[in-house]
Each structure stands twice: as structure tokens, then as C-alpha cells.
Nanobody, 122 residues
Framework: QVRLVESGGGLEQPGGSLRLSCAASGSIFDINYMGWYRQAPGKERELVALISSGASTNYGGSVRGRFTISRDNAKNTVYLQMNSLKPEDTAVYYC????????????????WGQGTQVTVSS
């Protein structure tokens, strides 16, 4: 089975930076979109950033200008560079990938990582 494994979360001060990584592994034919969503306690899961296989990007309004998403297609890995962190960035961050497991287009499915905690606090 395809799996996504996140790393890089932790505790950081307001104004600080963290870099998240997510590596996809398993029966991967190709990956279309990869990205990050986050969910704070009592809140809805929200888009952080998405990046296409062609490297076009889409950011949630609350992180635009502060976070940068990138990917390494050879490593099936997506990154999220988080700068100028704010307390409201505190959440569990989930990796997302849209993956085909064979050449058949219908094999494309959505996959999610287990989540990594990001806490921004003085």
C-alpha cells in the first residue's frame, strides 16, 4: 500500500521557522498533486498549500507569503518551509498526495499521512 510519512514538526517560537517533509512510498506509478493541510483543535481541516507535478502552487490565504511548498519528484517527497510562524499556525499538519498506482487513470486516489504536530508558542 502507498504510505506518506511526515517529519519535521515540533515546537517553535513566534517568528521562527520549521521545515516539514513528507515522503511517499509503495506502489507508485506517478503523483499528481502533493500538499499540506492542517487542523487545529476544534477547527475544520484547512488547505495550507498544494503543488502540482508541474510545480504550480496554491496556498491558503492565511499562510500565503510566509510558507513555501516544494517537491522533489525523483524522491516522491514534498516539503513545506514555514517562516514567520504565528501562534495561530499551531495545528496538526497532514501530508496529502494524489497518486496513481498503475498506468490506468482510474487507479488515481487520494492518500494522507498520519500528521505531525506543529506548536508555535513563546
Amino acid at each position: 500500500q502507498v504510505r506518506l510519512v511526515e517529519s519535521g514538526g515540533g515546537l517553535e517560537q513566534p517568528g521562527g521557522s520549521l521545515r516539514l517533509s513528507c515522503a511517499a512510498s509503495g506502489s507508485i506509478f506517478d503523483i499528481n498533486y502533493m500538499g499540506w493541510y492542517r487542523q487545529a483543535p476544534g477547527k475544520e481541516r484547512e488547505l495550507v498549500a498544494l503543488i502540482s507535478s508541474g510545480a504550480s502552487t496554491n496556498y491558503g490565504g492565511s499562510v500565503r507569503g510566509r510558507f513555501t511548498i516544494s517537491r522533489d519528484n525523483a524522491k516522491n517527497t514534498v516539503y513545506l518551509q514555514m517562516n514567520s510562524l504565528k501562534p495561530e499556525d499551531t495545528a496538526v499538519y497532514y501530508c496529502y498526495a494524489e497518486i496513481r498506482t498503475s498506468f490506468i487513470p482510474a487507479s488515481r486516489k487520494d492518500y494522507w499521512g498520519q500528521g505531525t504536530q506543529v506548536t508555535v508558542s513563546s
